[in-house]
């Protein structure tokens, strides 16, 4: 923003004016600043939606996806005999234990030449 030249002779309603336009516009950039600030959250994650792939490090993510449901639904399956909801915090553990294990081996073999 360029500071608006003040002619020498400018009345005291001119000087009003043009402090008033400072205002604003010092008020807008602040808004502007504001926002951008709420929003980079957000565009954060645009960024990771958009290439996930990348961001999570693993290679042949689809793949490794049927596998995770593919495994998930064998251990939910009927064939278990757990009651009620000690079965689902079970699962729940499993899933949050297994899911750091399975990339950690994903970036070990995606190092390897």
Known sequence: MSLPEMPPNASRRDMRKMLIRL??????????HESQQLLEPLNKMRG???NWKEHLGIKHAPLWGVAVVTLLGFL???GTKSKGSGGVSRLIGLTTGLLPLIKLVIQGSSRKP
């Open 23 to 32: 205002r604003m516009e010092m008020h807008r950039q602040e808004i502007r």
């Open 48 to 50: 990771v939606t958009s």
């Open 76 to 78: 939910t399956g009927k």
